[in-house]
T-cell receptor, first 113, second 114 residues
Framework: DGGITQSPKYLFRKEGQNVTLSCEQN?????MYWYRQDPGQGLRLIYY???????QKGDIAEGYSVSREKKESFPLTVTSAQKNPTAFYLC????????????FGPGTRLTVL | AQSVTQPDIHITVSEGASLELRCNYS??????LFWYVQSPGQGLQLLLK??????LVQGIKGFEAEFKRSQSSFNLRKPSVHWSDAAEYFC????????????FGSGTKLNVKP
């Protein structure tokens, strides 16, 4: 089945540790995204990538980093510089440069203790 | 700057009643618009989208939305709500001049009374 997978579903980390969230897609999409979701704030864009080896900052990129070495994969690292990392993180993908919708993964809930 | 406003944070309707969720956007040109639904702890699923043409758009699960340029609105409707429609609904608009960037509203949480 084609789709987007995010792992793990739940992640716990101690304050001060970096953590990497996985996102993989087999939809052959060029564009991939990371959003953060907090209650009452909708989705806020962290980073997006329109093509391999290229990515752009979104509205809340501080404290996060990404890489796009393969078309299928777009991992997100939450660094210790992120002041309030506890949140629900959603990955998405779409066909680039077209009037198409995004497809979303099931999300990862990160809790920093 | 572009933005999307969903004025209702929570809405409660009785099962079988009609539903309208509001969405207003700011955009300079012809927008492309989306409605997504999210069940608790899950990702988002596309309900419907508008790019051009007929301003009344049909989607999945019996939902429809109407694009009104004069009001900068793209309201989501359903004639008869089912208990399984309880979820959070997000309106989104594609960024002007960039097919690959989107702005989301803050969401409307729908409760359905039996």
């Amino acid at each position: 089945d084609g789709g987007i997978t995010q792992s793990p579903k739940y992640l716990f980390r101690k304050e001060g540790q970096n953590v990497t969230l996985s996102c993989e897609q087999n939809l052959n999409h060029d564009a991939m995204y990371w959003y953060r979701q907090d209650p009452g704030q909708g989705l806020r864009l962290i980073y997006y990538s329109q093509i391999v080896n290229d990515f752009q900052k979104g509205d809340i990129a501080e404290g996060y980093s990404v890489s796009r070495e393969k078309k299928e994969s777009f991992p997100l690292t939450v660094t210790s510089a992120q002041k309030n990392p506890t949140a629900f993180y959603l990955c998405a993908s779409k066909q680039a440069n077209s009037y198409n919708e995004q497809f979303f993964g099931p999300g990862t809930r990160l809790t920093v203790l | 700057a572009q933005s999307v406003t969903q004025p209702d944070i929570h809405i409660t309707v009785s099962e079988g009643a009609s539903l309208e969720l509001r969405c207003n956007y700011s955009y300079g040109a012809t927008p492309y618009l989306f409605w997504y639904v999210q069940s608790p702890g899950q990702g988002l699923q596309l309900l419907l989208k508008y790019f051009s043409g007929d301003t009344l758009v049909q989607g999945i699960k019996g939902f429809e939305a109407e694009f009104k340029r004069s009001q900068s609105s793209f309201n989501l409707r359903k004639p008869s709500v089912h208990w399984s429609d309880a979820a959070e609904y997000f309106c989104a608009v594609g960024a002007q001049g960039n097919f690959n960037k989107f702005y989301f509203g803050s969401g409307t949480k729908l409760n359905v009374k039996p």
